[in-house]
């Protein structure tokens, strides 16, 4: 590998910045590419960017064929993450299966006797207020936010910010007369109902869940389902 694509892979890298390397496996020719920047290196054509950036969209790394040549992507996506604001029962049981998962777990929570590492060991724990925490988070398109308290003082803040970024998945727990209250509140403040329409609530998939443990499995599998974009998911998204 070229120094000059070495030293940026690197930085792309700690940056957490997403980026995938093409290289030809009939002579070792290389370029990153980016989702929403130029490339860099090698000029392999806009199907394989298309290709590359795909990749980056599905996480998935592989070979490809492309004017009779082999090319393997290698993708370097930063790690998913999963903020979760409400430290309760749930929380603990979901903070595991995620992290089991490989999600970055944070658990965000300004109430102090909720939020304290004896309660979420190895996890990362916030008691900041979810609007403040969130902002520093700064989620992105690896990013799943789910707010847990059933506290609008707590609650609403983190889905403004939730709703003003790129997260792929945001979640809020109530029944569904409490969302329909809590979208109006949204909606008091300036948010359209295509913007509200991403919040998944009641969060979770109806699978009759009614433990803490049962609603976390739920909630995970909709975030899974949504990340994978399977046919269910693109249809509960239209």
Not at 110 to 139: G, Q, Y
Request: glycine residues 6%; without cysteine.
């Amino acid at each position: 590998m070229k120094r000059e694509l070495l030293d940026r892979l690197i930085a792309d890298r700690a940056a957490k910045r997403p980026v995938a390397l093409v290289t030809a496996l009939d002579g070792g020719a290389q370029a990153l590419i980016y989702p929403h920047a130029a490339s860099l290196g090698e000029a392999f054509g806009a199907a394989v960017e298309t290709a590359a950036r795909q990749a980056l969209a599905d996480d998935q790394s592989g070979p490809i064929e492309s004017d009779g040549r082999t090319l393997f992507i290698q993708v370097h996506n930063p790690p998913q993450r999963l903020v979760v604001v409400g430290a309760v029962h749930i929380t603990q049981a979901l903070a595991e299966m995620a992290a089991i998962a490989g999600y970055g777990v944070t658990v965000i929570d300004p109430r102090r006797a909720f939020a304290h590492s004896a309660r979420f060991p190895n996890i990362t724990v916030s008691t900041a207020w979810p609007d403040d925490a969130l902002r520093e988070i700064k989620p992105d398109s690896h990013t799943a936010i789910v707010t847990l308290t059933h506290d609008p003082k707590i609650d609403d803040p983190a889905l403004e910010v939730a709703l003003k970024s790129e997260a792929f998945y945001i979640g809020s727990l109530g029944s569904t007369r409490t969302h329909a209250k809590r979208l109006q509140r949204l909606h008091d403040k300036g948010f359209t109902e295509r913007e509200t329409a991403r919040i998944r609530g009641p969060v979770g998939l109806d699978i009759g869940a009614l433990s803490p443990a049962e609603i976390a499995i739920s909630i995970i599998a909709q975030i899974t389902q949504v990340r994978r974009a399977t046919p269910a998911a693109k249809e509960q998204a239209a």
